[in-house]
């Protein structure tokens, strides 16, 4: 890391200790996000900090995103969730939305007065994002959207919905202000992991937007739009699944040095010792991905997207089994309310599930194996092809 990021890693360290963990377990209890918290981290300004600075942003590298992902990921998973909708709907709107978009939403995103969430998933479309059924018909200069989203992260709560429809022309983007007369959202409630989410049904009952408000092309809502928030989700989401290593490791190491058993601490037991070993072993992976990941995205190489995918894997099913072991350390304790134990472990589960599920990232991540081993054996079969033009010659 460089200087700027070790400092950046610093700050970011210190606000997420002093105000959103001692936030974390009562939200998760509360199953909302208080307003002040929220709060707090926007007056940071880094609701805007990967925002270009032309647009009121922070304009920081890809990594120290990552590094603020991480630790907030680590003091509160739900807090993080916020910060990876909210950074994907401004990522798509800078790249895919028009100069006046930019300078519309842009700098209301990047000092927080705005919070956005990204609503693609419905009842019958997840991980098949090209299925969207909501409805985006066109009506006189705009669009009317009608439909339902399902699992909306701060759904409930965020003032401008990034909605992928479909219109004559296939999945198609437009940005929905709340307030527009048809829309409604409800909480969902008990959810296994980011209870603090404030994750939503939306519906949208003849829901008027403007055509400035269309993103991208129409029929390019998935592939373009939706594609480019992703890749940038499931990068802070892999990062956030550091974080949950970090805290999965921090209360595993304190707690089995204080719990005795059978006339010792837990944490002289061969056993725990092996739970631990693998869960520090698999953050240091983690982490080291997370990384290289960001310094690809940082400098534009094409190899960031297999990056990125190979952490949001690699770290999400990690954290699985490092909360899973974390429960485990605990004991009963680790399946009562009174440690984060059980929390880290449905904050985790999630993970796997969002950004691209951890079958589709295996999948994807076979079809890169397949590529690579492809462009590996090119280089010998063009030399054996040069020979053999050579020799008919
Ligand atoms: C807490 C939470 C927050 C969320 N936040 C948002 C949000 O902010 N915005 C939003 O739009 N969505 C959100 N989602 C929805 C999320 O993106 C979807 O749940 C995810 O894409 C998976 O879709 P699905 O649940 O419909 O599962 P499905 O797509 O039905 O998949 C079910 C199972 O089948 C597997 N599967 C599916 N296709 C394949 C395949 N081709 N090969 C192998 N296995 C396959 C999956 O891996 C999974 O195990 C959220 C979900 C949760 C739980």
Redesign the pocket.
């Known amino acids: 890391m460089t200087d700027d990021q070790r400092s950046a890693l610093e700050e970011f360290r210190a606000f997420a200790d002093a105000e959103i963990a001692p936030h974390a377990d009562p939200a998760h209890r509360a199953q909302r996000t208080e307003p002040a918290v929220v709060k707090a981290l926007a007056d940071t300004g880094w609701m805007g900090l990967a925002i270009p600075a032309e647009y009121g942003g922070l304009g920081r590298d890809a990594v120290q995103l990552g590094l603020l992902a991480g630790e907030l990921g680590r003091a509160c998973s739900s807090i993080r ?1 916020l910060l990876t ?1 909210h950074t994907m709907v401004a990522h798509a709107i800078g790249r895919w939305g028009s100069r006046e978009q930019r300078e519309r939403w842009l700098p209301r995103l990047a000092t927080g007065e705005l919070t956005a ?5 419905e009842p019958g ?5 090209a299925a969207v059924a909501t409805a985006l018909t066109r009506e006189g200069e705009g669009w009317r959207l009608d439909g339902h ?7 409930e709560t965020a003032d401008l919905l990034l909605v992928v429809g479909r219109s004559a022309e296939g999945p198609t983007a437009v940005l929905v202000e709340r307030g527009t007369p048809g829309l409604r959202t409800a909480l969902i409630t008990d ?4 209870r603090a ?1 404030m ?1 939503a049904d939306v519906w949208f009952d003849g829901c008027a937007v403007p055509g400035e408000n269309l993103l991208g092309r129409p029929g390019l809502g998935v592939s373009h739009v939706a594609g480019a928030a992703l890749d940038l989700g499931r990068y802070t989401v892999a990062w956030g699944s550091v974080g949950i290593l970090d805290a999965c490791l921090a209360a595993s190491v304190d707690y089995a040095g204080r719990r005795e058993a059978f006339g010792a601490p837990i944490k002289e037991h061969q056993l725990v010792r092996r739970m631990v070993s693998t869960m520090y072993a698999d953050r240091q992976a983690a982490r080291l991905l997370c990384l290289e990941a960001g310094r690809l995205r940082d400098a534009r190489d094409p190899g960031a997207l297999a990056a990125a995918s190979t952490a949001k894997y690699f770290a999400s099913t990690a954290a699985v089994r490092a909360a899973s072991d974390t429960v485990q350390i605990h004991g009963a304790n680790g399946c009562g309310p009174d440690y984060p134990a059980q929390r880290l472990l449905g904050d985790a589960k ?1 993970m796997e ?8 990232h ?2 994807g991540l076979a079809e890169y194996a397949f590529q690579e081993s492809a462009r590996a054996r090119r280089p010998h079969a063009d030399a054996v092809t040069a020979d053999a033009v050579r020799r008919d010659r």
Do not use: P
């Open positions: 969730s909708v969430a990204l609503a693609v998933s479309a997840g991980s098949d994002m989203k399902k699992w909306i992260t701060y759904g959810l296994i992991g980011i989410s994750t999630v599930v969002i950004e691209g599920s951890t079958q589709l295996q999948t």
